[in-house]
């Protein structure tokens, strides 16, 4: 009798694929099932041939291939098609048995499914993977939560196959209770948006207002990617704009501006909205790509709204310095909201999270894996509590540091025509968050004149509310509610 597998894998997509490669690579036995049962048969036979993996080509079969506690993971598309996986095989399994999750499902859909699944006796665990395809075959970042009881089995299988940083620590750890895992996968995606969007701002004020050629730019980001901005997104830039085509010119210059995304960074802006955490900058990501998006009304709109005319005159080497400060100030703040909406979510759902231990699952084996992590992770290890990452010293240094440089950079893209909303958002938003008094006290006074909505006085203890008959005919009725 062919011996049992370890932990079975349904969905032979490309994250599927190389998944079940890297944990048959690590001495376990994986069996695999495909909806479209060919695919088991084509895998098996080219990416599996010689392998110790099981194919296996219904759902029963799958089930009965697998050592009791059954560990299987799904790495299927996100949303019905999970649901309906789960109702096709949680009646194969026994009671013990741990469905893992690793698509990027919504993380309010695996709060409800881990406890949908618990009631049927089972343990449910949603992990994000990150890394993509070359992450899933060579060792991702994987962030589970779920049911608690069932970290333990899986534990092994899912630290030995994930990225591991130098001094061998895997880059997976357990998160938090329910939805955590899938939410701290979330923020990843949100803060990739910005990495992204802000690493194409540098590119086009380099491009547009320097006039500098893709090799040029390029030979910038390797430079970068030897410092302190070292990081994936900075290195893969720098190979894209070297990439030539056929005809020997940069590819880049042949791709259209029209940015695609699958709806996660959507996802977190939505549920920033939603928690009330000021996460601008992972919002104006997805906005840029909405606007992207509008190629035919913004080429028609080129040849009517006239921007600045303005050469730059300036020295270009120290312009490029400035920019290497600025894009790290904006890093800091981008990273700095996505942990303000880890830690507000974290009270929200009642989730034990591990600030510290989030940023060492994303050092390596990710999109984002950067060397700044790093820095994220001492600033938790030195204080767990840490309010902010804008008030460790680390940061707040870096910040300061690079504070004219950053606004030289953001004033001379305003003055070219240039969009910034990374740059100029995360600027903002320090300005923001360093003022001790901002004019929402005009604002709050606005919505007690017109909608009786209250306040709150300087010269009175917090929360006490106060309401003025502005116009002398309104009287003392007011709205009623009152949510700063």
Known sequence: MEKLAD???????????????NINDHGYRVAVFNRTTSKVTRFLENEAKDTHIIGTYSPEDFVKSIKRPRKLILMIQAGEAVDKSIA???????????????????????????REVEAMGKYYIGAGISGGEEGARHGPSIMPGGSVAAWQSVKPILQAVAAKVPDGTPCCDWVGEDGAGHFVKMVHNGIEYGDMQLICEAYHLMSQVLGLSEIEISEVFARWNSGKLESFLIEITGKIL????????????????????KGTGKWTAITALQEGTPLTLIGEAVFARFLS???????????????????????????????????????????????????????????????????LMWREGCIIRSAFLGEIQRAYAKNPALANLLLDDYFSAAVIEAQAAWRE???TGIAHGIPLP???????????????????????????????????RVDRPRGEYFHTNWTGTGGDVTAGSYDA
């Open 7 to 21: 932990i079975g894998l349904v969905g032979l997509a490309v994250m599927g694929q190389n998944l079940a490669l």
């Open 88 to 114: 096709q095989l949680a009646p194969l399994l026994d009671d013990g048995d741990i469905i893992i999750d690793g698509g990027n499902s919504n993380f309010n859909d695996t709060i409800r499914r881990t």
């Open 242 to 261: 070297a990439h030539l085509d056929e005809d020997g010119q940069p590819l880049l210059r042949m791709i259209l501006d029209v940015a695609s995304q």
């Open 293 to 359: 998006a509008i190629k035919d009304q913004r080429v028609a709109a080129s040849k009517v709204l006239p921007g600045p005319q303005v050469d730059f005159t300036g020295d270009k080497a120290q312009f490029i310095d400035a920019l290497e400060q600025a894009v790290y100030a904006a890093k800091i703040i981008s990273y700095t909201q996505g942990y303000m909406l880890m830690q507000d979510a974290a009270r929200t759902y009642n989730w034990n999270l591990n600030y510290g231990g989030v940023a």
């Open 409 to 411: 950079v953001v004033a």
């Open 422 to 456: 990374i740059m100029s958002g995360a600027l903002a938003f320090y300005d923001g968050y360093r003022s001790a008094n901002l004019p929402a006290n005009l604002l709050q006074a606005q919505r007690d004149y017109f909608g009786a909505h209250t306040y709150e």
